[in-house]
């Protein structure tokens, strides 16, 4: 299994993740899940998990991220 973290842009309070936690773990494959607001780091584990669709998730929470190299 493979995690990657994120940077999300905008994002600041609790309902803030929640919007993003309910996107991601809509996505087939999510086995780990981790969003801290107070820092804006996602963290999405799992053997199928896609960049693009979590990307696109995060985007329909009403924020942006970016992967964390």
């Known amino acids: 299994m493979r995690n990657t973290e ?4 905008g994002m600041t309070c609790g309902h803030c993740e929640m919007s993003v936690r309910e996107e991601i773990s809509e996505l ?3 086995q780990v899940l981790e969003v801290d607001a107070a820092s804006g780091r996602l963290v999405v584990g799992g053997d199928q998990v896609d960049e693009a669709q979590v990307l696109a998730a995060v985007e ?3 924020y942006t991220a970016e992967p964390v190299r």
Not at 6 to 9: E, L, S
């Open 60 to 62: 329909e929470a009403g």
């Open 28 to 30: 087939p494959g999510v």
């Open 6 to 9: 994120f940077r999300v842009i």
